[in-house]
């Protein structure tokens, strides 16, 4: 990771970037506040748009299992409870208690960072090896109330509709958190990799239901280059998503996820965004982009 004083910014508007997407762990929003405004204001100044990705904060925005959260540590009974009835390291999007820290760290990150808007990055429910969460009292509450039965063991359609629900008025809060601060402050959410098959049992796999999301302002695709070529999907993979996205109006950002940008998939990422009809392109790569230009 580059550290964030080192980022040349002007240079990055002069390569005709527009905004650039600034990672907020938990731990270094919570020690390292100052820091990151400073470097956001420098952003601005230089001219780009800046968005803000909280990470860590209870989980539930998981893009990288390797950030950590203090805050699994400190409140370990509103963690997600799995089918086997044991906690899992990720926050239940249900629990009220989580819920209100987290819309509190989202308005305190607010006022202390000046952005254009936050990314909701890969939220998701525990699901590993068929195992699933969440079996916690408030989410069998919350499901018996509106299904009229109790919460099924297995991972039937009715609960899988019950999980996309939840993190569906997840992002409603997080959205109304930020704008309860400034009312133009815009969500975006970056849902787990489409394409990727493990997406189906997080949640956040129905692209229509997120489009329609009325706290969101637009929709991040992820994609990752695959195989020995390192090439990018075929748009054809990626249409429905896009197409779901435009059915609700909403912007569509291309993001590349990898850690090896090189001058070929900076090309086919710029075709791709092309055919999806995205207004943005997002690098994740910044170093690698760096060093290819030089
Ligand atoms: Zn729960």
Redesign the pocket.
Known sequence: MARLDEIPLSWLRDQGMDFIVISCPEDEARWEAERLAAFTRAAAHAGLDRYLAPTGYGKVLDPDPAIPSLYLHTHPQTL??DSRGRRCAKA?P??PRFLEWFAGSMRTLAWMVEARGFVWDAPSFYHSRGVW????S??QRLFSAAAGQPLPRSLTPEVLDFRRRSLSLFLLAAAAAIQSVDRRLQSVVAPPPPLDPSTSTTGADDWRQLAANAGMESLALVVTPEGRGYRLPESDLLQPHSQAAAAEGKPLWLWLATEQLHPELVHEGRILARQLGAEAVVWSDYEGFRRRKG
């Open positions: 997600q409870v239940c249900n629990d969460a969440c079996r916690c408030y989410c």
